[in-house]
């Protein structure tokens, strides 16, 4: 047992996170986004919220500080009348532990491809769309 790893970090996960360097990208994924199909690594963690899975990421993870586009989400496509309210929550968990940091966005198409080149996909059971994030793996700065 570790201190202070939260629970639904596996030991899988935890070693992937660890493994990322600098620049290296995870992919927080709901239940509808191709996975399995896009994954140089899949972490399953099926029944975990995103939103949960987002905090305690960020509570192990740094985002790229000299990058913009370290925390990226999927546009909605033309004429989607999906509900995204999962964002708002997202941005009260990035500030929580990125207070610097901005939601970028990514047309769809363009996203599936950067989500390939990913380090990892973390499926997680989220249900609602347009859940996925992209979390770009920064620093840690020594004080």
């Known amino acids: 047992m570790l201190k202070n790893i939260p629970k639904i970090i596996s030991p899988d996960l935890l070693k992937v996170l660890c493994e990322m360097g600098h620049g290296d990208e ?4 709901d239940g509808n986004f191709p996975s399995a199909a896009n994954a ?17 990421v960020l509570k ?4 790229d500080q000299y990058d913009s586009n370290n925390f990226v989400l ?8 999906a ?3 999962i964002w708002n929550e997202y941005a009260q968990i990035l500030k929580k532990f990125e207070p610097n940091a901005e939601i970028s ?6 996203y599936y491809e950067r989500a390939k080149k990913a380090y990892a996909i973390i499926a997680t059971g989220e249900e609602k769309q347009y859940a996925n994030i ?9 004080k």
Do not use: H, Q, W, Y
């Not at 999927?74 to 009348?81: A, H, I, S, V």
């Not at 966005?105 to 363009?110: I, T, W």
């Open 26 to 29: 995870i992919v927080i994924a």
């Open 40 to 56: 140089n690594i899949l972490i399953r963690a099926d029944g975990i919220s995103a939103c949960d899975m987002l905090e305690a």
């Open 60 to 63: 192990l993870f740094p985002l």
């Open 74 to 81: 999927m546009e909605k496509c033309d004429g989607d009348t």
């Open 83 to 85: 509900d995204t309210s």
């Open 105 to 110: 966005f990514e047309e769809r198409f363009a």
């Open 134 to 142: 992209i979390l770009k793996k920064g620093c840690i700065i020594s």
